[in-house]
């Protein structure tokens, strides 16, 4: 099969980080071509001494200037520093390049995830909010260009496993009744509920089963993760939105399941490690080491179940909202949740602010088709620039009060 040659987009994330574990495990099947980072120039630098990529990016000009000084003081010349945003796009499509891994956090990824979709990558795609936004656009670049999609995500992961054939990305759903979504519920879920509004960032980010980044984890206490997810399943396995629905199940050993009309369930299950969707996609569809261990089902016992309520986790229900009004409504939820997350990370908002954002945010902007990247970009500006005005409203009334 040869040596694949692959892209990390957004290498020094949570993702980006695990990745090149998995890759370092197989020097024979895999190689770096290039890295990506917004400005952590340490971890960069480090990872370019350990992986020698072609090519790395560093989004931020001054960061990228510093890189590349550190790089030549170690005679790693030969690696091309390119900064910028625009550079994603050029290395996600690169004629070496095999495999792209889409890790960039937000829709910030969302072009060069696009770009790798258009060049007809294999993509692995973690970065589930550029889906989200271009739903319908994503999926169709992916199979006008010959493209593959493997989802990253755990349970999109776990439900590709249960659905597909052994050699085809495009999953037979013949006979399927409804995709479980599970989800832990983060470190609320059972907070009393008067207590949600305040709740500190780092309260929010301590994810009782899974180590993350900052933005995903508040995803993860919101359940707007879960509800990025239930709009990710439809598009990645082109279900209805009544036929996916979320279990709450705090151990998360079930990374996810598929209910076939014959009353048949298929779960995928494994110690919660993103190393092993990681591996699984990489490598797929052989099967690799991925360094995760093998599940010891007597020490973890028992595994519990729940429905989730909608009052405490009310993302969820924006969620459902967004993607049976398709159009926009998805790029609007994921914009100004995005807005409100770093409002809430930085102080600047409550928690339960977030859910009130999205929810005056699907209110307020107006809905509408949502086809091309311009109409895309268009309602993400729009709502960001919604929610950035509701929020700063808000704080001054809080002011005053
Ligand atoms: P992270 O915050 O740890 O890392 C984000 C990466 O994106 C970093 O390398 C950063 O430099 C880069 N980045 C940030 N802003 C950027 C910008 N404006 N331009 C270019 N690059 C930028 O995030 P993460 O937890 O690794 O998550 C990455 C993606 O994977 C997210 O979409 C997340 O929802 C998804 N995901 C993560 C996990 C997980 O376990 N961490 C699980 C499932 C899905
Ligand atoms: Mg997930």
Redesign the pocket.
């Known amino acids: 099969m040869g040596v694949k040659s692959v892209a990390i987009?957004?290498?020094?994330?949570?993702?980006?980080?695990?990745t090149l574990d998995v890759i370092a495990r197989h020097p024979d099947r895999f190689r770096v071509h290039s890295l990506?980072?917004?400005?952590?120039t340490d971890?960069?630098f480090e990872q370019c001494r350990q992986f020698s990529p072609d090519v790395v990016?560093m989004?931020d000009a001054d960061a990228a200037l510093d890189l590349e000084r550190k790089l030549s003081g170690v005679g790693l010349n030969t690696i091309t520093v390119l900064s910028g945003?625009s550079a994603?796009e050029q290395v996600a499509s690169a004629a070496e390049v095999d495999y792209v891994m889409?890790?960039?956090?937000?829709a910030?990824?969302l072009l060069?995830s696009l770009a790798a979709a258009r060049a007809g990558k294999r993509v692995l795609l973690?970065?589930?909010?550029?889906l989200v936004m271009s739903g319908d656009l994503f999926i169709r670049t992916i199979s006008e260009n010959g493209a593959t999609l493997l989802p990253?995500?755990?349970?999109h992961n776990a439900v590709f496993q249960c659905l597909s054939s052994d050699t085809d990305a495009n999953v037979a759903l013949t006979g399927v009744r409804r995709i479980l979504l599970t989800g832990s519920g983060g470190p609320f879920r059972n907070l009393p509920l008067d207590k949600l509004g305040a709740v500190t960032p780092d309260q929010a980010c301590a994810h009782p089963v899974?180590?993350?980044?900052?933005?995903?984890?508040v995803?993860s206490a919101t359940m707007m993760?879960k509800g990025?997810e239930i709009i990710e399943a439809c598009w990645l396995f082109s279900v209805s939105p009544d036929q996916v629905e979320v279990v709450l199940h705090p151990q998360s050993v079930i990374h996810s399941m598929v209910d076939y009309v014959d009353g048949s369930v298929l779960a995928q299950l494994g110690n919660p490690d993103?190393r092993t969707?990681i591996a699984h996609a990489l490598a797929w569809p052989e099967r690799i080491d991925s360094g995760v261990d093998a599940l010891d089902l007597p020490s973890i016992a028992h595994m519990d179940f729940s429905k989730p309520s909608f009052e405490r986790f009310p993302c969820l229900g924006h969620a459902y909202a967004a993607i049976r009004a398709g159009g926009n409504a998805p790029t609007v939820l994921n914009a100004s949740n995005e807005v409100a997350v770093d409002a809430f990370l930085q102080g600047r908002l409550k928690f339960t602010g977030i859910a009130d954002t999205v929810s005056a945010s699907l209110e307020h902007i107006e809905l509408g088709a949502s086809d091309s990247v311009e109409m895309i970009l268009e309602s993400d500006h729009r709502t960001r620039k919604f929610a950035r005005r509701f929020i700063a409203d808000r704080l001054i009334q809080q002011e005053q009060a």
């Open positions: 987009l957004g290498s020094t994330g949570s993702i980006g980080v695990s990506t980072a917004y400005h952590n971890r960069l990016v989004v945003a994603l889409a890790a960039i956090v937000g910030a990824g060069s973690a970065n589930k909010e550029a990253i995500d755990s349970e899974w180590s993350m980044g900052r933005k995903i984890s995803d993760n990025l993103m969707p």
